[in-house]
């Protein structure tokens, strides 16, 4: 039997919610995925990161963040002061979505569906961390966390009241940098991701 809705909101433990989304169904990315990457860190975190889903290592390795933008992620994470080991890391959603193209694997940006198939999880990691503050890395992790559509750049680089009484930020996605395509807004763009990093962790104070 595999994990529905109400399963998944009766978690009450991190562990035991990451050993429920092994078998999650919820939407059709199980099929290809190699395996559900779950959110990891520090339990008792009181900041988290939502990304979008996993890419191709964090599929075969079953970490979140793990590949190239989670390598930058963590640089710039440094370099606010943060930590990654005082943190919780997840996506928005738990499988690697892809297409083939020979043998490469090409990320595909999750649909609406699969994201809202995917929320129970999410919601639920947020409810059992209770963490002060959430970072939203991109618009999918945006708009998963504040349940609405997101413009990041309207909306990053504030603290935003949520529902539950926390903060939240929103800030571009790492994989974002890794795009750019000239080394000046590569500079520019990480320097900006590295102030919102540090606005997210002062909230913590
Ligand atoms: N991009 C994401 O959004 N999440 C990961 O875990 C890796 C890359």
């Known amino acids: 039997l595999h994990p529905d ?3 998944i909101a009766s978690s009450s433990s991190l562990p035991g919610l990451r050993g429920k989304a092994i078998d999650c169904r919820m939407c059709d ?3 290809p995925a190699t ?3 779950s959110g990891e860190g520090n339990p008792a975190a009181r900041i988290i990161f939502v990304g979008e889903q996993p890419g191709d290592q964090e599929d075969l390795q079953g970490r979140p963040f793990v590949g190239p933008a989670g390598q930058l992620f963590d640089r710039a994470l440094k370099e ?3 930590n990654r080991a005082q943190a919780w890391i997840t996506n928005a959603v738990k499988h690697f979505k892809f297409v083939p193209k020979g043998n490469r694997r090409i990320h595909q940006k999750p649909d609406a569906a699969e994201i809202t ?3 129970p999880w999410l919601a639920t990691e947020r409810k059992i961390l ?4 959430t970072v939203m890395l991109g618009v999918t992790g945006a708009s998963a966390v504040l349940g609405r559509q997101v413009t990041v750049s309207r909306e990053r680089s ?3 009241p949520l529902a539950d009484g926390s903060i939240g930020l929103v800030t571009v996605h790492p994989s974002y940098l890794l795009r750019l395509p000239d080394e000046e807004s590569k500079t520019r763009e990480y320097t900006k991701f590295v102030t919102d990093l540090r606005m997210a962790i002062s909230a913590l104070a």
């Open 117 to 119: 198939a995917c929320s």
């Open 80 to 82: 606010a002061g943060g």
């Open 158 to 160: 504030r603290h935003i």
């Open 130 to 133: 209770a963490p002060k503050v």
């Open 35 to 37: 395996r559900t990457v």
């Open 5 to 7: 809705a109400t399963d």
């Open 29 to 31: 990315l199980c099929g």
